[in-house]
Every structure is written in C-alpha cells, then in structure tokens.
C-alpha cells in the first residue's frame, strides 16, 4: 500500500467534471476505492456506479479494474475526490442513442426488469419498453422477458428529461412489412402454399400465408355447399391453400381450399358402375330432364325419356326438387363428368323382381298344397 501512496503523491490538477483514469484498489460495501493518481484515494459510491440498480459493488468491479471516471466532487482541503462512472457511462450512451436514432438504426439490449407499464432495457442507460411496444401481441406475462435479449427501435429520445423509449413491436412490424413486400411479389396464381387460419367471417375465411392474409370466400371452402365456414375449418388451423389472384397495389390475395382437395368427380367410375341402382336427391328440373345428386358434388341426369314408364310432357309432372328417388347406371365418365341415369330402369328392374318373386312363391305354395293334399289321401286310404 505505501507502494501506491508514494504513486498517489504525483498530484494531477483536477476538475470537477473531468475525465480521468483509475484503477479500482479496494472494493467495499458500499463503495469502491480507487487510486486515481490524486494525493489520497478516490471514492466511487455504489450509487454512482451504473444507471441501473446494483446490489452489490462486487457483482460489477473487482479489484484492479481500469475505470474511466468523472470527478463529481473534490474537495483539496479534506483531500476528497468522489468519482462517477455512471456520469461517464450516460456521457457514452447519449452520444451513441443520439446516433442510433438519427440514423434509424435498432440496438439490441437486455432487458433488466418489469416496472409498473412495461420493461427496463440496458441500453447504457435505463431505456423503457412500453407494455403496448413490447409484442406485436398481447403479452400475458412480462417476467418472461427477464435476463432476454431483444432488438430494439428507439422511439423517442429526450436528453434534459433523461428519456429514452424504446419499442420491440416496432422493429416486428417492420421485419413483417419487409416479408409482406418480398411475399407479394413472390407470389403468383397456382401456388399451393401453407397458411394458419386466422380469422373466420360469414362470407370466409382469412388466412395467414406468411405475414399477409389472403381471403378464402366462403365458395372456396368445399366442393360441397357450406353454409359456416367454422364447419369446414377452425382458427389456429393449418391448411393448404391454392392461390387465386394477386393484387399487388391493393394487397389482396384469393386463396381456395377447394381446389387443394379431391374433386367429387376424382375416382368415380370406382364408386359407381353402369347396372348399378343408386339413391339420390332431385336437385334441378329442365325440359330435357331432371339433375339428381347421388353424391355430394356429383349429378346424373335422367333424361326425360328415362323418368317413367309413359310418356310425360315435362319432368315436372313427376318430379319435383328434393324429392328422393331411385335411378339405375346407365353409363358412367370420370373425364367428361357425366354420369347417365333412369329411373324408369330402376322401377322395371324393381317390378320384375317383385313379379320373379311372386312367382317363386306361387311356385312353392303350390307345391306344399300339393304335399298336404297327398298326405291326406294316403292317411285316409291307410284308414280304409
């Protein structure tokens, strides 16, 4: 110690609010000691230490650290000189916040702690993060952040009032402006791609296709008839979508469901055959006929000709929308989506069945009559 006594003797000519050199010799509770090249040790409080809250010198200085400082106090008669690392520190972090916001540059800091409305960031200083600029989303639980590094944007600097905000949300929504941009011109008619649905409305869906929603009209959804979107799909879902159309100048995307799943045409020649009696449901009436659907998406015609066993004038005088009917196969196209159908076939096919059949049992009543009758007579002979 009496080594960096005599050192101390070369006394420098000091003022307040010069920067100096120190090196720490001695660290304490509640402050550190410095020798500074002054005619008694330095003295740098707890408090002037850092901007942010320090609970004890040694979790931030050990002894022999170099310091820059500033003499905040000096005192020649009592030999006292109190030194600021803090006021360097803030001199620093000033100088480069001012560029950094000038520049429209982002920084990056850790988040220290959560005070009431949001978060304290180290950014040489105490820079706070407004609960609304934290996310671009609600944040449930801010102690998450805690010891988290995030890039920020700072939104507002103010040096006479010590004011420095700063905004997370900011630099998400231009990292999502900037992908919306390269998306869009990327994208193109045809494309399958993956989205989250995001929201559900009566008329659609909208879908999050990477950082832009496209629209998925209500038509779209099915080759069946939707009358909610929320009974095909659900919000947070994940599901392929074909791209529609692109406006680039007005941002809107259309997007189809439907045109990513198997069409109601796509394997039918396997799922019904020419000869067939299929069930199914009148949903429209021409003068050439009547369309019935025997799938969901899928019609057959019955030509006028093929309704009933007589002439009729109209398809209307047997036939009416939503009737349930009964119609054979006649002949069956996956390529040209037709299928060919006849009712008249299918009430032939269903009388001469049920005429075959009155007939076998006609044919096996009187054959049991018969037994019974001979039965009888050979009871009564063997009586006799």
């Known amino acids: 110690m009496d080594e960096v006594k005599n050192e101390l003797n070369h006394v420098e000519n000091f003022n307040v609010g010069d920067v100096i050199k120190g090196k720490v010799i001695k660290i304490e509770e509640k402050r ?12 740098l409080p707890i408090s002037e230490l850092s901007n942010l809250h320090v609970e004890k010198i040694s979790d931030v200085l050990s002894e022999g650290d170099e310091l820059e400082l500033m003499v905040k106090k000096l005192n020649e008669e009592e030999q006292e000189l109190v030194l600021s690392k803090k006021a360097v520190d803030t001199e620093k972090a000033w100088e480069h916040l001012e560029e950094v916001f000038n520049n429209g540059e982002t920084l990056e800091a850790e988040v220290k702690e959560v005070v009431k409305g949001g978060l304290v960031a180290d950014v040489g200083l105490r820079g706070f993060i407004p609960a609304s600029h934290v996310e671009t989303y609600y944040v449930d639980n801010f102690e998450e952040y805690v010891g988290k590094k995030l890039t920020l944007k700072i939104i507002e600097l103010d040096r006479d009032q010590n004011r420095v905000i700063l905004s997370h949300r900011a630099v998400e929504e231009e990292e999502m402006e900037k992908k919306k941009k390269e998306l869009l011109q990327n994208l193109d008619p045809g494309q399958v791609i993956e989205g989250v649905v995001q929201r559900i409305t009566g008329f659609g869906v909208f879908v ?3 950082g832009v929603d496209g629209l998925v009209h209500i038509s779209q959804l099915s080759h069946e008839h939707v009358e909610k979107a929320s009974d095909v799909v659900s919000e947070g879902e994940k599901i392929k979508v074909k791209v529609l159309s692109v406006d680039r100048d007005t941002e809107r995307i259309s997007l189809s ?24 449901t009148v949903k429209r009436l021409v003068n050439f006929g009547a369309f019935v659907e025997i799938f969901p998406g899928v019609e057959g015609l019955v030509h006028i000709s093929q309704i009933a066993n007589r002439h009729i004038g109209s398809p209307q005088e047997v036939l009416e929308p939503g009737q349930t009917v009964k119609a054979k196969v006649l002949e069956v196209s996956e390529d040209d989506k037709r299928i060919s159908l006849s009712i008249r076939a299918a009430e032939e096919d269903k009388n001469n069945e049920e005429l075959e059949k009155f007939q076998r049992e006609q044919e096996d009543g009187s054959f049991q009559l018969g037994d019974i009758i001979g039965d009888q007579l050979k009871k009564i002979k063997d009586e006799e």
């Not at 069409?263 to 009696?277: A, L, N, T, Y």
């Open 208 to 210: 999050d296709i990477g």
């Open 257 to 280: 469901l439907k045109e990513t799943l198997p069409g109601p045409w796509e394997g039918i020649e396997e799922k019904v055959k020419p000869g067939e009696v299929v069930q199914g």
């Open 32 to 43: 550190a000691l410095v020798d500074a090249g002054y005619k008694a040790e330095g003295i």
